[in-house]
């Protein structure tokens, strides 16, 4: 109901800067939440940053300061802008939506991923 598609991935060095960007289709007026998440190899999935519609935003401790989330409502569009990049920020990113199917059924939506990989 709700699909994601990112891009904006790939091979930096160590101190670069990355924009990933989510596109959301299909029930766009009933998302709440977007943001993204990560996984690096061997590593649980884990909060990157999220968003709110009404502009609450929330970030990982590993990422203050260096990342920053932003979101297009008109568009239905998330950015995730990643400067100060390290090479433990290495990872698959992806972009997450929480929405309603129901005013009380919340659903879950991920992308593809992309993969982020930054060098020494």
């Known amino acids: 109901q709700v699909q994601l598609v990112e891009s904006g991935g790939g091979l930096v060095q160590a101190g670069g800067s990355l924009r990933l960007s989510c596109a959301a289709s299909?029930?766009?007026?009933?998302?709440?939440?977007m943001g993204w998440y990560r996984q690096a190899p061997g590593k649980q999935r884990e909060l990157v940053a999220t968003s709110t519609s009404d502009g609450t935003t929330n970030y990982a401790d590993s990422v203050k300061g260096r990342f920053t989330i932003s979101r297009d409502n008109a568009k239905v569009m998330v950015y995730l802008q990643m400067n100060s990049l390290k090479p433990e920020d290495t990872a698959v990113y992806y972009c997450y939506a929480r929405w309603h199917r129901t005013p009380i059924t919340l659903i879950d939506s991920w992308g593809q991923g992309t993969q982020v990989t930054v060098s020494s």
């Open positions: 299909g029930s766009i007026f009933n998302i709440n939440t």
